[in-house]
Structures are given as C-alpha cells and as structure tokens.
C-alpha cells in the first residue's frame, strides 16, 4: 500500500471512529461500505463497518462483517472483544471466555482483553475467575478506576463486602466525580445492610450523572426500605421523569402513595400499571399488584413476566453449582425445609410457630428451618427449640442454596415470596427438587423455580385454576395456621382514644390496603351508624392527617377516625376486645390480621375477592363455620356493618359466637393442622421418590 493511500484509510478510519461516537450510524456504515471498494483487506475498516451495522440493528450483517475482520486481523484485540461481546450477548459466555482466553494468549497481560475476559467470567458466574482476572487487569493498569470498580463487583458477587468497599474506595480516590463508582458504592453498603448511606451515595451518583434514571432509583429503594417514604415516593417520581416506561419505579411509587394515603393521582397510576402489565413490561413489583384492581390472569401474566429475568440471570450460576438430589431409603422421614424471612417477631413466625412444634413431635418428616434475617427475640429461641434452624442472611445466594442442598432438603417452603428480603435468586438455583410457594405471596408466583403453592379451596376455589402457574395443593382447612398468643389485659376505651359508647368498627390491615372505594365505604357506614367511630392501623408519614382530611370531604367528622399506634403483639391483641367488628378490605384483604381478630374473639366481615389476596378471610371464616360473615360484594358487607352496627342484640350474639370457636373450632386445632400439612407433604414427597411428576392434589 502506497503512502497516500496508507493516508487515506487513516483518514477514513478516525472519520467513522469519529461518525461513530456521535451516534451517526447510517453514515458510518455508508462510508465504511464504500471504503471497503477500495480498502477490502483492512480489518479495522471492516471491523468498524461491522460496529456500525450492530449499531443500526443489523446483526446478521454485522456478525458476518467481524468475523471477517478476525480472519483479516487475527491478532486485533478489538475485533475478538467485539465477537466475545457478540457471544455474551447471545447467552453464550464460555464460548466468549474462550476466544478472550486465546486472545489473550496472543497478547499476555493485554488490560482490554483482561477486562473483557473477567466480564465474561462474572456473566457466566465464574467469580473467584473473575476476581482473580481483574485483578491482572489492574497490575497491567494500575491507574484506570474501572478496573477497580470491577474487582470491587467480582467481591460484591462473592459477598466479600469489606474487600468490595476497598476496591470502590480506590476508585473513587482516583475519578471523584465518577457516577459509576457512587453506584457501585451504593451496592457495597447495600449489601453490609447500611442503607441511609447507600441512599445518599446513589443521590450523589444522581447528582453526577443526573440523567440516568437508575440512580435514583436505587437512591428510592434505599430510602423506602430506610422509612423514609416521602423522600422515596419523590425520588421514584424522578426516576419516571427521566424513564417514564419503567415499571420498577412506576409500581414502587404506586405502593408508596398508598401506603402514604396520598391517592391524588391514584386512578392514574393504576390505569399505567394495567397497561405496563399488558405491554409485557418488566420489573412490576409484585407485591404492588396485589392493592390493584386486576384480575388473576393479569396477575399471572405479570408475575412471570417478573420472574423470566429473574431465571434467565440465574441460569449460568445454576448451570455451574448443578445441584443433585440424593436418593434417601423408601422408609426414611421426608426432609422438608421452611425458608423465611419472618422467623422472629414477625405474622410468619408467630403463624407457624405452633405448627413447627406440633410436627416436631407428629414424625414422619424431618423438619429444618432456614432464616434469611437475623435474630431478634424470643419467638426466634422458640422455633430454634422446635427444629434445627440455620441462619442465611449474610451469605450470598449460591452459598445459601448450597448449604439448603447440602442437608438433602426433599420439599422447600418459600415463606417469604417476592417481599423486601425475597428468596427468588435462591431458589432459582434450585437447592432442592421440589420448592412450594406458601403464606409469603398470597398468589401465584409465576416463576418456573416453584412446583407447588399451598391453598385451600376457598382461597383457590377449582375455577381459579387457570390463575395459577403452580400445580396446587389443597388442605381440608384454612391454609394459614393461626397464631394463639395469649392477649395481654385489655384496657379501657378511654385508654386507647375511644369513646365509651358507640359501636367500633376497626380495621388494623395496613393502611395501604385501604384504597379510595374501600375507605367510601367505611364512611358510608359511619354515616349509617351514628355515634360509632373506625379504628385503624396508624400510617406513616403524615398518613392519619391525609385520611382525616378525607373523612371530612365525606362528611364525617375527622375525630371519628382513630387511630392504633405500634404496639408489642400481645398488647395488639388486646385491643380486639374493644372492637365490635373488623372490616375487611378488597382487593386485598387480611391474612393474620383477620385471624388476629378471630383467636381473639372478634367478628370478621368479609368479601371474597376474585384473587388469592381478597380470599383469606373469608377462607378464615368458612373454615370457622361462620359463613354468614362473608357478604356476596362489597356492598354487603356495608349492609351488614351497618344492620350489626344498629342492632345491639344481634351484634352481642355475634360477638358471643365467634368467641365460643375458641375451644371448638377446627379453625384452632394446630395439632390436626399439623397431621393434614404432613400428609400433603408426604403425598408430594413420595411422588417425587418413586418418579413421578407434580400434579394437581386435593386432601
């Protein structure tokens, strides 16, 4: 090649390096075809012809274009990054280790390739590989902070947090002002559970890069998972300004502006998130959709939609543990395992408590516990009495899915479903055979890592059938066991804000069930029923004021709202017995609130709802025999707190008979709960043992 033309394809070179980071793609792949007539042996021309096609979309072409550049310029670094990338993208990332890995053979300790190849290895969940790469990439380059922030996320993936912090901390004293680092740094102290510092390291990154939504984003979390719900509620807000198609922000805002009672643009929010669910959009959070009016194949649909991804990133790190399952003798006990969040002061823990200790003397399973959060109390000390109990919270999740396989775990309960400290990277490692979706996510879980979710035939009625990606299990009773602590002594209404006479109706769901529609008609019944007050949970954030102003615009007088602080179970429980009747929400409804009310003697007025979430109470009742309770629609269950409410008589009897279920009904009996939960768990046990796959049972 002359020198003019050696010129000339310098010159064309750094134009469409130049068309290519403006983002001037049509005109790259113009120039780079035409050049190409002239210069058709220049590897770097076609492999910039080939970036320009992936830029335009056209991955066939592109594809073809850098393999050709490869077999012109076998040795260019920047062709095999650009295939490798091709390969990560593809799903394929031991294939694309593997031409980093000769790549690097040809240029030992080259930093790019380094990088490239220690991305790979964390894609395809090789972290210790990964570590140990990046850290060549960082002796090879000492003073790029990249490299630092990614040894810190090799660590973060190891749940080696201190070693993580490190790593971003040198970053940052390198690039100050570098957003990327503030993320990652907002990672780290996620992950050590600092989470005011991890919101104020993602605010800072917002105000270094304030244009990237995923900030925040991360910043909203941090401040709703801290309390801070207001601040949250705004910093979601931003996020949907900067990306009004995401659906992680969009449905956290509309969790929070319930939870806050701010309903100003409630039905908007709602219409939004129907059509995100439709649109196949993802990141919807679950629990968000259960305070929304949609219907149970809208449920479903959004719940794998939420948990495709979920799978997807797994599948490397499940690949590369690839679990097995041993074979145990015919006639040993059948290892079970309860995996939770809740195992503490906590619905869940009181809930199965009795339950643990009842199977612990039953036999015929082998019963172990698995914590995801750390001990804080008594009620912990007293399932660790009951069965073997193993503490999960500070390990990553591949080393708490080893350690659940590691014990011959034969059946999983997922307790916690897709709460704030959620199991679903767990258990799409799948450390054991058969996992169970039960009381953590009143629904379906739509994830293909769960085989069974744990019903009744109220709360998942034969029609419902179609709702559910699981097989499903039915017990012959309630599906929730029902805590039976003792309340404490109950004060006087004076005590609690009440007034001496009058009816009190009470609501103690979270305040972030009760929607627009639900809290119309609870002042329809306080105008229909004079002198009586409702008494609710007490709300966050400024909440009370917000539904006192509320009831005012209904027409009822703001101090007939009264509200119940936090108070230690026990005490809680005494408050029933001040309570006349408990009001249920739609279309989520009470679980252990509802049962709360009925162990301590309080009347339950229900709805059954079209979804799992709207149907636990009146599963409480039925199973309690007292069906009468459960109204056809909303608009019965006003009629009958209001005819109740004006009928002394009728009221007292009520009362009278909900609190003589006590010592009769079956409702209460943890000991035949415990028996029916042992044959369900048999049942699915032994199919798996002799081979045969899940299906649909009733018991």
Known sequence: MT????????????????????????????????????????????????VALLQLGRRREALSALHRAAELAPASVEVQCNLANLALEDGRPEAAIERLQAALGRTPGHPGVLQALGVAQMVAARHEEARDTFAQAVRAAPHHPGLRLNQAEAELERGATAQALAHVREALAMAPRLAAAHNLLGHVLHAQGHLAEAAQAWLEAERLAPNEPRHVFQAARMLEASGQLAQAAAAYARTLQHAPQSGPALSRLAFIRRRLADWHEQNQLTARLREAVEAGQHGIVPFALLLEPLDRALQRKAL???????????????????????????????????????????????????????????????????????????????????????????????????????????????????????????????PAPLQVNWLGYPGTSGAPWIDYVLADTVVLPPAHRAGYSEKVLRLPRCFLPVDRTTPAPAPTRSACGLPETGVVFACFNDIRKIDPAMFARFMQVLR????SVLWLRSGPDGADARLHAAAAGQGVAPERLVFLPQLPHGDYLARYALADLFLDTLPYGARATAADALWAGCPVLATAGDTFAGRVSASLLCHAHLPELVAEDVDGLVAMAVQLGRDPAALAATRTRVADLQGQSPLFDTAAFAVDFRRAVQAIGTRRRIGRPPIDLDF
């Open 3 to 50: 020198a003019s033309a050696r010129a000339e394809l310098e010159a064309l070179l750094q134009r469409l390096v130049q068309m290519l980071r403006q983002d001037a793609s049509g005109a790259a792949e113009a120039a780079a075809a035409e050049g190409r007539k002239n210069f058709p042996l220049s590897g770097e021309l076609v492999r910039l012809h080939g």
């Open 304 to 430: 794998e939609t939420f948990a495709h991804p979920i799978e997807q990133h797994l599948a490397p790190m499940r690949q590369q543990l690839a679990f097995t399952w041993r074979q145990p003798p015919p006639a040993a006990p059948i290892r079970v395992g309860l995996l939770s969040d809740g195992f503490g002061e906590h619905p869940i823990g009181r809930a199965v408590a009795g339950l643990v200790e009842a199977l612990a003397t039953l036999g015929g399973l082998e019963l172990y516990l698995f914590a995801t959060t750390a001990d804080d109390g008594p009620l912990r000390q007293r399932l660790a009495a009951a069965a073997p109990l193993h503490v999960l919270d500070a390990l990553p999740p591949a080393q708490a899915a080893q350690q659940i396989n590691a014990l011959g775990i034969e059946v999983l309960f997922d307790l916690t479903g897709y709460g704030a400290h959620t199991n679903a990277d767990l258990l799409a490692l799948r």
């Open 528 to 531: 229909e029923v004079p002198g």
